[in-house]
């Protein structure tokens, strides 16, 4: 009989250190899925930042090409019409010349015809 009972105290304590190992296993790996999802957590966190300061930097050069590109055809566009200004006024010298150049010939001809046509 003390046999038995120590045999069966023996069952009961290994069952007792089973029981705790797997009440151990179970904490560990609950801590370990809990590190695992805080890990991935962070990771996830850390790619968001990553990815937003990407963004901010994206959009603050996109800006600035954006706007050298604004000032490169802004002063394109003051060149081309300066030079248009200057054809404009260069033609306009040109018709004044030739107009008063018509009007002196047209004259000449008036004054011809009016010599020879009252003798």
């Known amino acids: 009989m003390k046999e038995e009972i120590k045999k069966s105290e023996a069952l009961n304590a290994l069952r007792k250190v089973k029981e705790a190992e797997e009440k151990a296993r179970r904490w ?3 801590a370990r899925e809990k ?3 805080e890990i991935i957590q962070k990771a996830d966190d850390e ?3 990553i990815r ?3 963004l901010k930097e994206a959009r603050k050069e996109a800006e600035k090409r954006k ?3 604004i000032q490169e055809a802004t ?3 003051e060149s081309i019409k300066r030079e248009a ?6 033609l306009s010298r040109k018709a004044e010349a030739l107009i008063q150049e018509a009007v002196n010939k047209v004259s000449a001809k008036i004054k011809d015809f009016m010599k020879g046509g009252i003798y």
Request: no cysteine; proline share 0%.
């Open 28 to 30: 560990i790996n609950r």
């Open 35 to 37: 590190q695992t999802r």
């Open 47 to 49: 790619a968001k930042e």
């Open 52 to 54: 937003e300061k990407l």
């Open 67 to 69: 706007q050298e590109i």
């Open 75 to 77: 002063k394109k566009a």
């Open 85 to 90: 200004e200057e054809e404009s006024n260069a």
